[in-house]
């Protein structure tokens, strides 16, 4: 099915205007909500794709939290209850928890902001955000099973940064590959390598393939994507980069 991003025909749609707003939103609501729940649990934070958006995966007692577009998911040992997402106030209170600030945040992760303001959370965004999240799992698991991807690590839907991403290479030759559903530099979907060491490996930085704006190494934004399989578009491009650094 196209939805579960395991096979068939899959596709992407144009990213929605009022992404920008609804990933902003759930990105609060991952790392000073949800996220902090499993911390709390077990010492982890990393998130995932889950059908139909992110969340925990499964932890402490048979439970997981994930997002499905825009309502807020709590299972706990087979017993499911959700509500609409509303304010960061309001998702603490149905999950039982409190609003952590610290765990799971980054440098680039959204203020907490007003914790009982409503979250600016469009279905049709928030459908886009899970359907990319699909997209990135599949794509990430392809390359990281790849004979060519040296110490692949699993991947991690971070809620500081909000993006999937895995770390392959050898010491010499590592990098993150990811993709981000868009930020502060670039506010539209995106994929992405960011070399670790750029004076460990063989980077001409005159050349346009290192187009990172902000960092060593090389993006693809979603209106660039060819025609074909998106899954395939990320796999390959992932594993072209790879190629490059490995050299």
Known sequence: MTERWLGGVRSLPAA????VDTRVALHRLAAYVIAPVRHRANGKFGLRWTLGGFG?????????????GSRLVDQRAGHVTSAPVTTLQAAADFLDTTIDTETAAEHDSPPVGDVNETLAVDPAAANFLGNWYGMAFAALESV???????????????????????????????????ASPG?????????????????????????????????TGAVLKLADFDD????????????????????
């Open 144 to 178: 990281r099973a790849d004979d060519a991807s040296v110490d692949a690590s699993r991947p991690q839907l971070w809620p500081g940064h909000f993006d999937p991403a895995v770390e392959i290479g050898d010491e010499n030759h590592r990098g993150s590959y990811g």
């Open 228 to 247: 074909g399989d998106p899954v395939d578009v990320a796999g390959n491009f992932f594993g072209s980069i790879r190629d490059l650094i490995a050299r």
């Open 16 to 19: 929605p205007a009022s992404l």
């Open 56 to 68: 925990t995966p499964f932890f402490g007692d048979n439970r997981q939290i994930p997002v499905e």
């Open 183 to 215: 930020d502060d530099v670039i506010p539209e979907p995106y994929l992405y390598v960011s070399v670790w060491w750029p004076d460990r490996v063989n980077i001409d930085a005159a050349d346009p393939l290192w187009n990172a704006p902000s960092f």
